[in-house]
């Protein structure tokens, strides 16, 4: 049992429908492992349909892949890379009893990294996609050959990038209220459940990512 | 019996900063690597190649970004049957998607067990 | 009354406090944790989602009762059938046992004071009841006409009606369902009260594991396929278009994905009351526990390979269609097995006629006939002859509705005395039970015999020889209206005038009965320690 959990007396964060904060600890990871779980269902069905439709549609889809640019999607993949080591350090600040200022340094990297990765995103990406004609339906002007597949490839494209964007943001608002609370002094050595579980969060939405940039950008020929 | 404080690690693993950073450089190596290989041509290879480092990749952000390296055997059940239902869904589904066209040909071993001829 | 005083001075069961007079007013049911209180909130919506869906029931067997339709245009007979299934499937069945019961029980039963995430437990119910509003909203400005299984391209091209809305009501209520089954695998995982390890759980928590497994693993799939035909109806992308490419077969694919494992999720919770009552009123300990444990798991993770079954004329190819027959044949095993080993532990019982037992007795019988139907439809070749009729109607009305629905009845009857403290009239209930099971078969045994001789599922009208067949399925269901209806009277009667129940009004076995009826909020006055194994009707409990 922890040394802390004296008769009555439970560390801070402490939820009363268990026993000690091992348990709560626990529970808490398993529930967000299991949530994860549910995320990579979620996303496998789009993975599910893009694989399908590429081994059906090959040409085509080597063709749309040829319409994004590898330079930032290698970029941002370095860029969540590095967040997701931010994130870390982050946790691991709070592990060890760091002052709330080094765990909210990283914290913010982490912060700023995310969103740097949403800017590049639209401002290199999504707006000249928008600009060359290459969004299905709204902006749609391409010419080049296996138009209907490369359309198709490119609703694959923003869907699947969009969802994962979304998650981003998602992200970035766990993250400021996780400032807050460490603002707040609401985290120790003995109590930064929360970091963890949304650092679990966090490196997920990475890991999709590590996915995403190799198969939509780079199995496409490019030789 | 309850799980709680018995897999003894009351405290958590605390992670070496060295090694934070060891697997920061292996995962931008990865990636540089990727993108490089990308522009040469190994024709199908180029998928699997890209594929291999995506999986070590995540293999490194699971194990030592997310801990798992230092936690139950529970979470690993848990993240295996995950993939493990996602590969259920991919295969299951090719198996319909990518067989459209095959016929059955009631001679040999196909009288016996159909499409065994395509498997082999 | 003064709650102060009392704690001072008499124990909770004289003084009378529990979770349900504990706190008062509305606002402490809208913002309550506690996971009692929380199970009976869904109760009540889930309660009025069935009558919804079963009105869209009645006024389809009411139009059915002439060959050219009595009461609708063919369009709005399928907005009637398709609001039928969507209501019933997604805001009924899914949720019914494990939001209610499950939520009641599973901290009850396994020596917990809540669930791992209350919070949690609260926001699903406010995700079910926002998706269901959305959903009911949809239906009453025109539903949709898809049938509840939104094939494209039908309802991404060619439907004049409010799928979005209607598929977003779907997607809101997927969510509900994926934080239910992840607070229940946390809480069964990490929350058992000392000596209560994984083979001393009662086999309904078995079954809420096993089905916690399936709404986490499968709902998300049904949640991106919603997503995706939103996308391709809202901004006419072709995801599933033939025209551009697209396969309507892929959407089938990633939504029977999930639906099929969907129809486990609705009949697994009801195997495991099933087992609970088959035990308290045979007074007997389960036969074969291991193998009824397993045989829950083993439903869960084999329901997630034989999806194809629905998809065998459809377009798929024969390759496929062997691969998921083979599959589908097995996963009848171990339902087989759970059959086999309730009548086992029924064989020389110590047998009792309550009508919980009355249900689980009819739960045995018609899944039996509703799962060897099923048989017939996972051999490719009757199924060419089957698909489409009012066999498959029949057939999975059989398990769902002789299964899930009378289980379901069977817990309500059985738990109630707990969720209460009150006792209902069981004259009252044992006669329901036997007009539900006559209506019930009434109503659909004459549709496996409709099906066999070629009349189509989901047509307005039909051949005139089918009439007679017909209208006795329509009598029918007027009487399993009925049927239906009289629970609903005695059992909110009692809530006030039932006979007050003591801690173990059946003298059954399990956690959740050595606590007071109604429980107090925290479940426990001392958390328990088990000691003995399921079931352990060997020495005798004297009934309070």
Redesign the interface.
């Known amino acids: 049992?922890?040394e802390l959990a004296a008769h009555g007396a439970h560390p801070p964060g402490f939820?009363?429908?268990?026993?000690?904060i091992?348990?709560q600890r626990?529970?808490g990871?398993?529930?967000m492992?299991?949530?994860?779980?549910?995320?990579?269902?979620?996303?496998?069905?789009?993975?599910?349909?893009y694989?399908?439709?590429r081994?059906?549609?090959l040409a085509?889809f080597i063709q749309g892949s040829h319409n994004l640019k590898?330079v930032y999607g290698?970029t941002n993949?370095?860029v969540l890379?590095?967040s997701?080591?931010t994130?870390?350090?982050a946790i691991?600040s709070a592990?060890?009893g760091r002052k709330k200022g080094t765990t909210i340094s990283w914290l913010v990297f982490t912060w700023l990294l995310g969103a740097a990765f949403i800017g590049i995103k639209l401002h290199y990406e999504w707006w000249p996609d928008w600009h060359e004609g290459l969004v299905?339906?709204?902006h749609w002007f391409y010419n080049g050959p296996h138009a209907?597949?490369v359309?198709?490839f490119m609703?694959f494209y923003f869907?699947m990038t969009g969802l994962h964007a979304m998650h981003m943001v998602v992200g970035l608002g766990i993250l400021t209220v996780l400032l807050i609370m460490t603002a707040r002094n609401k985290f120790s050595a003995e109590y930064y459940a929360p970091l963890?579980i949304s650092?679990?969060y966090w490196?997920?939405v990475?890991?999709v990512w590590?996915?995403l940039?190799?198969?939509l950008?780079?199995?496409g020929?490019?030789? | 019996m309850s799980d709680h404080g018995e897999h003894g690690a009351h405290t958590e693993h605390i992670v070496p900063v060295s090694t934070y950073i060891l697997v920061f450089l292996a995962l931008l190596v990865g990636t540089a690597l990727t993108t490089w290989i990308a522009y040469i041509d190994l024709g199908k290879w180029n998928t699997v190649v890209a594929l291999v480092i995506a999986f070590t990749k995540m293999l490194l952000v699971v194990l030592f970004f997310m801990h798992v390296k230092y936690s139950t055997g529970l979470t690993r059940v848990v993240i295996l049957a995950g993939f493990f239902w996602l590969g259920i869904m991919i295969t299951l589904s090719c198996s319909d998607e990518l067989t459209r066209t095959w016929e059955i040909v009631p001679q040999g071993w196909n009288m016996i067990i159909p499409f065994v001829s395509r498997l082999f | 009354m003064s709650t102060a005083i009392a704690e001072l001075h008499e124990t909770p069961a004289e003084s009378g406090v529990n979770y349900l007079n504990a706190t008062y007013g509305i606002r402490s049911w809208l913002v309550t944790l506690d996971h009692k209180r929380i199970g009976l909130l869904y109760l009540g919506s889930i309660t009025l989602m069935f009558f919804v869906g079963g009105m869209a029931a009645v006024l389809m067997r009411l139009h059915l009762t002439e060959p050219q339709g009595a009461l609708f245009e063919p369009e709005t007979y399928n907005k009637m059938f398709s609001t039928h299934g969507i209501i019933m499937v997604f805001f009924f069945l899914v949720p019914s046992i494990p939001a209610t019961l499950g939520n009641f029980l599973i901290p009850l039963m396994i020596g917990a004071r809540d669930v791992a995430f209350p919070r949690l437990n609260l926001m699903s119910w406010y995700i079910f009841i926002t998706g269901a509003a959305l959903a009911l909203y949809a239906t009453l400005s025109g539903g949709v006409d898809t049938g509840w299984t939104f094939y494209p391209p039908y309802s991404s091209l060619f439907s004049h009606t409010h799928v979005v809305a209607v598929a977003l009501g779907v997607f809101i209520a997927g969510f509900s369902s994926i934080l239910t089954g992840l607070n229940f695998i946390v809480t069964i995982h990490k929350m058992r009260c000392p000596g209560m390890t994984w083979f001393r759980l009662p086999l309904f928590i078995w079954a809420m594991y096993a089905t916690s497994l399936i709404f986490v693993l499968g709902t998300p799939v049904i949640a991106i396929t919603l997503f995706l035909l939103g996308m391709e109806r809202i901004l006419h992308v072709g995801i599933f278009d033939p025209a551009v490419g697209g396969d309507p077969l892929l959407f089938q694919h990633l939504f029977w994905f999930y639906s099929h494992p969907a129809v486990y999720i609705m009949i697994l919770p009801g195997m495991g009351v099933v087992s609970e009552l088959i035990t308290a009123f045979s007074r007997k300990k389960i036969f074969g526990y291991a193998f009824v444990a397993f045989s829950s798991l083993s439903i869960a993770i084999i329901s997630f390979i034989v999806w194809g079954h629905h998809m065998f004329v459809t377009g798929q190819s024969i390759y496929a269609g062997l691969v998921f027959s083979v599959l589908s044949f097995l996963v009848a095993i171990p339902s087989a097995v759970k059959v086999f080993n309730w009548t086992a532990t029924l064989y020389k019982g110590s047998i009792s006629y309550e009508a919980p037992m009355l249900y689980a007795l009819g739960f045995i019988g018609l899944f039996t006939i509703g799962g060897l139907t099923g048989l017939f439809l996972a051999a490719l070749a009757t199924d060419v002859h089957l698909n489409g009729t009012y066999f498959i109607v029949a057939h999975f009305h059989y398990v769902m509705v002789g299964g899930a629905v009378m289980a379901y009845m069977g817990g309500l009857h059985f738990w109630w005395p707990k969720i209460t403290g009150r006792l209902y009239p069981d004259i009252w209930a044992r006669i329901a039970a036997a007009i539900i099971f006559i209506g019930f078969n009434l109503t659909f045994f004459p549709q496996f015999m409709l099906g066999y001789l070629g009349m189509p599922r989901r047509y307005a009208m039909y051949p005139s020889e089918f009439q007679v067949l017909n209208v006795m399925s329509s009598a029918g269901a007027s009487i399993l209206g009925i049927g239906y209806v009289i629970p609903l009277i005695y059992l909110i009667w009692s809530m006030r005038y039932g006979q007050p129940a003591g801690p173990n009004p059946w003298g059954a076995k399990g956690l959740e009965w050595t606590t007071q009826s109604p429980p107090l909020t925290e479940n426990f006055e001392e958390i328990p320690i088990v000691t003995e194994d399921a079931y352990n009707y060997a020495s005798e409990a004297a009934r309070v």
Do not use: N
Request: with cysteine.
């Open positions: 049992m922890s939820a009363h429908q268990y026993e000690d091992e348990q626990d529970a990871k398993l529930g492992w299991t949530f994860l779980v549910t995320e990579i269902l979620f996303f496998g069905g789009m993975f599910t349909a694989i399908i439709y081994l059906l549609h085509s590898v290698a993949t370095a890379i590095v997701s080591l994130m870390a350090l691991r592990q060890t299905p339906r709204f209907p597949g359309e198709m609703v869907c963890e650092g679990l490196h997920f990475d890991i590590i996915f940039f190799p198969l950008y780079l199995i020929g490019r030789y």
